[in-house]
């Protein structure tokens, strides 16, 4: 079953203790969190003593998506903030740092999270998402919300799907009532859903419709 990860980019940053409640009497059992540096991607969000601050409010899974240059500089610091998983970008890392880079984050005791930017073959990267615990694909280019699904990526998740089965394979950008279905349906079960979620008129009633989307 597709699970439901709402989006901090998305919320009212004036009010986030507010909006993780809102998120928990929702129905949802983690939320996403955009780290975002101003370098790899043209945006700059937050950093750890934000998180620290949203540890301190809930006790929900904190899904970290670290868009960084250089995320194993930082991620102690988000672990130690109250970090459950991180998600760095293979893209970050690239193909001489990637093991030391996993074996890194094994180190600190988070589950493990390899996201692609949309031009980003994942086939060559097979051999290191059997080794983590999550493949996430960004369905927008990353730096901002609020952006336009680019169905392509549907390819790479059921190039993913097919090859390991089991991985847990989260989707990330335009994610809606419109692409839930299509995701889903490639192979998709773990929709980060921004603007669709918090800017619903029912977030609980939006939540259960997309958990209950079978594949």
């Known amino acids: 079953m597709p699970q439901v990860l709402p989006s ?13 409640a809102r998120c928990r009497a ?3 059992r983690a939320v996403h969190i955009d780290v975002m540096d101003a370098h790899f991607v043209p945006n700059l969000t937050i950093g750890p003593p934000v998180l620290a601050a949203l540890r301190r409010c809930t006790d929900l899974h904190l899904d970290v998506h670290l868009m960084m240059s250089d995320p194993l ?10 970090a459950d998983a991180l998600t760095i970008h293979v893209e970050a890392v690239g ?8 074996a890194r ?8 999270g390899l996201a692609f930017n949309p031009d980003t073959d994942p086939r060559l990267w097979l051999r290191w998402l059997a080794e983590a615990d999550l493949a ?11 952006q336009s699904f680019i169905p392509e990526v549907r390819e790479h998740i059921r ?3 097919q090859a390991l089965p089991r991985l847990p394979i989260q989707v ?19 929709l980060v859903c921004g603007s669709a979620f918090f800017q619903d008129a029912d977030p609980a009633g939006f939540l259960a419709w997309a958990e209950g989307v079978a594949r």
Do not use: C, K, S
């Open 8 to 20: 901090i980019l998305a919320a009212d940053f004036a009010h986030l203790a507010d909006e993780l």
């Open 26 to 28: 929702a129905g949802a």
């Open 73 to 82: 500089r930082y991620a102690e610091d988000f672990r130690e903030a109250g």
């Open 95 to 102: 193909p001489r740092r990637i093991a030391a880079a996993i």
């Open 105 to 112: 984050l094994r180190d600190l005791g988070v589950a493990v």
């Open 136 to 146: 996430m694909f960004m369905t927008v280019y990353p730096g901002f919300g609020g």
């Open 159 to 161: 190039i993913v799907r």
């Open 172 to 190: 990330d950008g335009g994610i809606n009532r419109h692409t839930i279905p299509l995701v889903v349906a490639d192979g998709a079960d773990r």
